[in-house]
């Protein structure tokens, strides 16, 4: 039975679909046909570990020689993922791109407004200044995913070190030359078989910041028990207009930087000094 060899496990709007775009265009990698299957953070799913055998179905398709991966952001923030990952996929690579936490508070706050999900009467200000009374609600809290450190500290106290790859957001988006040749080759199970020729290390732009011009059919289309997630994704699209660009306000960039302060502090002691978003 075919297993992921590597997870792409987050953050949520930090790249990860242009990520597995890049990789998946490549026939070395097997992704499966869903795009996230967000298995590892969802108790209904994995029951106690009985769901295992039939997530693993999810690679069943792949080819002897191809290296297998999934990618689901929800599984840095997940409370539970990085201890059931361990468990049934101990020598399992994982991968994490991380963002400038403020930025990519922003950009949550700007796909739950796109997708209905944060109605447009709820200011960006008011969404980061009350984050801890939404917890657990969808969209209703985009701050908490940005506390890295936390998140990752799980990863570490379950993998070696030499298991965990972590990217910085804004190198990879600048620099895909330099960072997507080192990602292949920790993905490689042997150093000597990488191939660094023919390439085109260009990262794909996907998800590109939009809005919805009729707000309330997609809150209806979300909220449907009779679509899949891909007719969910499809209808939505197609009430999508390309999102003026809107910058986060001083006041509110100067607040997140608090909240994330020492967040962030302990995760430049933890990745090294130099690592920047």
Known sequence: MNKPQFLIIGAQKSGTS???????????????????????????????????????????Q?????????????????????????FHLPQVKIVAVLRDPADRAHSAYLHGRRIGAIPKSRTFSQAIRDYQNNQGVPYGD??????????????????????????????LTQNPELILPELMKFLLPTESDFQSVDIDYVLPRVNVARTSR????VRQIRGSKRLSVEQKNYL???????????????EDRTLLDEIYRESNANLKKRLGHTFSF
Do not use: C, M
């Open 236 to 250: 939505s699209g197609l009430t999508f207009k390309k999102l003026r660009e809107v910058s986060i306000r001083p």
């Open 18 to 60: 242009s990520l597995r775009k890049f990789l998946e265009h490549n026939p070395n990698y097997f992704f499966t046909p869903r795009r996230e299957l967000h298995f590892w953070n969802r108790d209904r799913e994995y029951r106690d570990g009985q769901g295992v055998a039939e997530y693993f179905r999810n690679f069943e």
């Open 214 to 217: 009729f707000p309330q059919l």
């Open 62 to 86: 792949a080819l002897p020689n191809q290296i297998v991966g999934e990618k689901s952001p929800s599984y840095l923030p997940s409370q539970s993922a990085a201890e059931r990952i361990a």
């Open 142 to 171: 985009v701050v908490s995913q940005g506390f890295y450190f936390e998140s990752l500290e799980r990863y570490f106290k379950n993998f070696d070190a030499d298991q965990i790859h972590v990217i910085s957001f804004s190198q």
